[in-house]
């Protein structure tokens, strides 16, 4: 019955290599939404899941980021060859359907040397 | 969403009443205006979300004046527990897209 969980909850990696991070949202929950949100920044829309499709993926920056939802629960975020511009705090969040209050995970903190 | 503006900072002490002012003049007849709070390393979290005149629970109050050209927070009886970051955002009730501002970093001293 635990909320929104990310993991890990902190990634260092060099510049080039690939990363992927994992959101499980609460249970039952349909909707599932991936944000960034730079250092003193605000936040960054990426991507929108309603069970396993992705209808909306307006936010993502470049063809070097990529998710994936499976059996309408875990979702992976990827970044294919990380650049510097990709640090950030990358947030997950879930409702029970689209229009709903969405509960957030506690971020994974992404850093790229 | 429509463009909102408050203060970058605002300082406070235990027991005292917080009211941040955020300012959307540009605000649509189908927005709403929502407030979350945002602790260190945690994700954003909802507080309130109010249409027009006053809106209470059991963690804040939002007050919109007639012209909902702005609107107010009002954390009651602040602890040292509620120094976070707060976040107010303007939009349609259908818009899942939220998209914060830096928003107003409350510090509450003892």
């Not at chain 1, 510049?15 to 949202?25: A, I």
């Not at chain 2, 970058?8 to 979350?36: F, K, L, P, R």
């Not at chain 2, 059991?58 to 976070?84: C, G, H, M, N």
């Amino acid at each position: 019955g635990a909320g929104v969980s990310q993991s890990p909850s902190n990634k260092v990696t060099e510049k080039g290599k690939d990363v992927e991070l994992r959101c499980d949202p609460i249970s039952g929950h349909t909707a599932l939404y991936w944000y960034r949100q730079s250092l003193g920044q605000g936040l960054e829309f990426l991507i929108y899941f309603q069970g396993n499709s992705a209808p909306d993926k307006s936010g993502l920056p470049s063809d070097r980021f990529s998710a994936e939802r499976t059996g309408g629960s875990v979702s992976t975020l990827t970044i294919q060859r990380t650049q510097q511009e990709d640090s950030a705090v990358y947030l997950c969040a879930s409702s029970w359907t689209t229009y709903n209050e969405q509960f957030f995970g506690p971020g994974t903190r992404l850093t790229v040397l | 969403l429509a463009k909102t503006t408050q203060p970058i900072s605002m300082d406070s002490y235990e027991g005292q009443e917080v009211n941040i002012t955020c300012s959307h003049n540009n605000i649509a007849t189908n927005d709403y205006i929502t407030w979350y709070q945002q602790f260190p390393s945690q994700g954003p979290r909802f507080i309130i979300q109010g249409y027009k005149t006053k809106v209470t629970n059991e963690v804040a109050s939002l007050f919109i004046p007639a012209d909902r050209k702005s609107s107010t927070l009002s954390l009651p009886r602040v602890s040292l527990s509620d120094t976070a970051v707060y976040y107010c955002l303007v939009g349609d009730k259908n818009d899942y897209k939220l998209s914060f501002g830096a928003g107003t970093t409350v510090t509450v001293r003892a």
